[in-house]
């Protein structure tokens, strides 16, 4: 029988600037995005039974019906009137809760698998609005890239591929809550604005040293704040050559990013054997957008 086997690639933000707060609580940011080549392995099989089952092969990650992936199988199966049942395998490499969009970049490969395993032909557009339904990263992840996010995330603006590149991803072994980091801006009172349109101008010119010479988030205000290991991080990756070193999303995930592979390497090298970091990934950006129709 017919499966859908997909990669889904996580995300780093060279930029995140909140613009405004929405009435339900949500802000509206601008952010320029970037998929990278870190992934989970996703595959949708067909089912007689009807509903949706799934296996994970991490045991601390609830494989039921509040999984991202299960829920967003089950949104479109009732969305488009889907009477058969699926089953999801779900291997995950993408460190959870880490600001690298891992559970949203499983939600909208799942959304592309549905697609492709009942011959639906929604459009990107349509994937996307439903994925928003589930949570703000999902739009980018359904279209990946790079691209400049707007709205709560959703309005997606695509930006020409980031030059190659080696991006280092460190993730220190904190848990970091999305929505309290969000809702503590509202208590900070130094916040730096990124320079959004020059980065987006730096990314139109295909110029890496001008997009992480402005890279920004303001995100950072809290969470660095609140964990200095975060701070030793970005600090390390500096001292070892990164053109840049940020954190992504709300966190607690640091990036650095390199043009030199050997610098990247000897930091990968040492991060991994120090205390700091309880996962480290040398990766690179991830160009190609989604085929919906593959
Ligand atoms: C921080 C980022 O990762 C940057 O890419 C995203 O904005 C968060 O994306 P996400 O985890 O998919 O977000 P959701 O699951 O939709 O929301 C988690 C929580 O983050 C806060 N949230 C999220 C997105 C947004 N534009 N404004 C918000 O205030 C809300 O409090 C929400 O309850
Ligand atoms: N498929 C999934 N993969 C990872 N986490 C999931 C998944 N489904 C649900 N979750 C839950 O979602 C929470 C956030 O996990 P996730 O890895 O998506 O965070 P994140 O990378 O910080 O997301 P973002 O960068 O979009 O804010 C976890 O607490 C986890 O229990």
Same mark, same amino acid.
């Given at each position: 029988m017919r499966r859908i086997n997909l990669r889904t690639m996580a995300k780093i933000n060279l930029s995140l600037d909140v613009v405004g707060t929405r009435p339900d609580g949500y802000h509206d940011l601008r952010m320029v995005m970037q998929s990278v080549r870190l992934s989970d392995q996703v595959t949708v099989s067909p089912t007689r039974a009807p509903g949706v089952r799934m296996k994970t092969n991490l045991r601390y990650l609830p494989a039921d019906q509040t999984n991202l992936a299960a829920r967003a199988a089950a949104l479109v199966m009732e969305e488009c009137g889907i009477r058969d049942g699926v089953f999801i395998n779900l291997e995950k490499h993408i460190p959870v809760a880490a600001g690298l969009a891992g559970g949203s970049s499983d939600a909208a490969a799942v959304l592309? $698998?549905?697609?492709?395993?009942?011959?639906? @032909?929604? %459009? !990107?557009?349509?994937? @996307?609005?439903m994925g928003k339904r589930l949570g $703000?990263?999902?739009?980018?992840?359904?279209? /990946?890239? &790079?691209?400049?996010?707007?709205?709560?995330?959703?309005?997606?603006? +695509?930006? %020409?591929?980031? +030059?190659?590149?080696r991006i280092l991803i460190a993730k220190p072994d904190i848990h970091v809550s999305t929505k309290a980091v969000f809702e503590a801006l509202h208590m &900070?009172?130094?916040? /730096?604005?990124?320079? &959004?349109?020059? !980065?987006?101008? $730096?990314? !139109?010119?295909?110029?890496?040293?001008?997009v992480c010479s402005l890279c920004g988030n303001v995100l950072e205000s809290v969470t660095e704040v609140r964990y200095p290991v975060i701070s030793r991080i970005k600090s390390f990756m500096q001292q070892q050559g990164a053109l840049v070193s940020m954190m992504?999303?709300?966190? +607690?995930?640091?990036?650095?990013?390199?043009?030199?592979? /050997?610098?990247?390497?000897?930091a990968r090298d040492a991060l991994a054997r120090g205390t700091d970091a309880s996962f480290v990934c040398l990766t690179r950006p991830y160009n190609r957008r989604t085929e919906i129709y593959d």
């Open positions: 592309v $698998a549905m697609n492709l395993l009942f011959g639906l @032909r929604l %459009p !990107q557009e349509k994937l @996307r609005e $703000a990263d999902i739009p980018f992840c359904v279209m /990946r890239g &790079t691209a400049l996010a707007e709205g709560i995330g959703e309005i997606l603006t +695509p930006l %020409p591929a980031l +030059p190659d590149c &900070t009172a130094d916040i /730096r604005h990124p320079d &959004t349109d020059a !980065q987006v101008q $730096a990314a !139109q010119n295909r110029d890496l040293a001008g992504s999303g709300s966190g +607690p995930s640091v990036f650095g990013i390199y043009d030199d592979d /050997r610098k990247a390497e000897a």
